[in-house]
Nanobody, 119 residues
Framework: QVQLVESGGGLVQAGESLRLSCAASGRFFSINVMDWYRQAPGKQRELVAAITSGGSANYADSVKGRFTISRDNAKSTLLLQMNSLKPEDTAVYYC?????????????WGQGTQVTVSS
């Protein structure tokens, strides 16, 4: 059984920073793509940033230049550094990983962490 545990959310003022982390535990061979999604009240879940096993990253236009995604493959950990936060960044943030277990790839989600940015 693979579990993803997130941490780092909270309440900040506009312009401040937060760092989210997501750690995978359990028995698995490797992790392919890791990404962060977010869901604001009344809106669909959207992709924020993604990073491949080789370290190539992509970002939603709304966060480019402010957010940085990174991963530590040795620790099976995903990070999201969020700078210059805006009220519109308020959402529940979910980590997601494509995990290889016994030759098959499975999709796992974290439990979500609330990020609230006040104006």
């Amino acid at each position: 059984q693979v579990q993803l545990v997130e941490s780092g959310g909270g309440l900040v003022q506009a312009g401040e920073s937060l760092r989210l982390s997501c750690a995978a535990s359990g028995r698995f061979f490797s992790i392919n793509v890791m990404d962060w999604y977010r869901q604001a009240p009344g809106k669909q879940r959207e992709l924020v940033a993604a990073i491949t096993s080789g370290g190539s990253a992509n970002y939603a236009d709304s966060v480019k230049g402010r957010f940085t995604i990174s991963r530590d493959n040795a620790k099976s950990t995903l990070l999201l550094q969020m700078n210059s936060l805006k009220p519109e960044d308020t959402a529940v943030y979910y980590c997601h990983m494509e995990v290889v277990v016994r030759g098959l790839t499975y999709s796992y989600w974290g439990q979500g962490t609330q990020v609230t940015v006040s104006s």
